[in-house]
C-alpha cells in the first residue's frame, strides 16, 4: 500500500517498538465495516424460535384439554372411544410437525452460526493486516539509510529502512 506517513531520517535514533509511520488502510478498514454489517445481516436471519412453534404448541395444549374432556364424558357414555382416538392421533400428528419445526429451526440456527463464525475469523484476518500496517520498529538502534519516502507505494517485505544497533560493535581484523 501507500506510505501514508514515514517519520524517520537517517542517523535518527530509536527504540524498539517506536511507531515511525503508517501505511494506507482505508480499504482494509472498509472491509471490516463491510463484514461488521454482514454479521448484522446473519443475525437478522435467526429465527425466534418460541415464536415459530407457540401456534403448533398451543394447538398441542388446547387437544391435551379436549382430550380429557372426552375421556370425561367417554366414562360417562355421553361421548364415544372413537372421539378420543381421532384426539390423539391429532396430538401425535401435531408433536411430530413440532419435532420437525425444531430440527428445521436447529438447522437454519447452526448455518447462521457457522456464517457468523467465518465472518468473525475474516474481522480477525483484518484486524491482524491492519495492526502490520503500522510500521514500528523491530529493535533499538540508529538508522543508517531510509529506503522510501511518504507517498511511495511499497510491498510487504520491502525493506523501508536500515538500522544497526551502534552500542554493541563487533571488530574483526583479520590478518
Known amino acids: 500500500g ?29 472491509k471490516k465495516k463491510q463484514l461488521l454489517s454482514n454479521i448484522s445481516a446473519t443475525e437478522s436471519k435467526r429465527l425466534n424460535e418460541s415464536r415459530q412453534v407457540a401456534s403448533i404448541q398451543q394447538q398441542i395444549s388446547n387437544l391435551q384439554r379436549e382430550r380429557k374432556r372426552f375421556k370425561e364424558l367417554v366414562k360417562e357414555n355421553a361421548a364415544n372411544q372413537k372421539q378420543v382416538d381421532d384426539i390423539v392421533n391429532n396430538i401425535k400428528y401435531l408433536q411430530k410437525q413440532l419435532d420437525a ?5 436447529n438447522k437454519t440456527t447452526g448455518g447462521a452460526d457457522a456464517e457468523a463464525e467465518s465472518i468473525l475469523y475474516q474481522i480477525m484476518q483484518l484486524d491482524d493486516q491492519l495492526q502490520k500496517s503500522r510500521i514500528v520498529t523491530p529493535q533499538a538502534g540508529t538508522v543508517l539509510v531510509k529506503y522510501a519516502e511518504p507517498g511511495e507505494v511499497t510491498a510487504a517485505g520491502k525493506p523501508l529502512y ?3 544497533d551502534t552500542d554493541l560493535l563487533y571488530l574483526r581484523a583479520y590478518i
Open 101 to 105: 419445526q425444531y430440527s428445521t429451526l
Open 2 to 30: 501507500e506510505l501514508i506517513s514515514f517519520h524517520v531520517d537517517e542517523g535518527q535514533n530509536v527504540s524498539m517498538g517506536q511507531e515511525l509511520g503508517s501505511i494506507d488502510t482505508l480499504q482494509l478498514y472498509l
Open 162 to 164: 536500515k538500522i544497526a
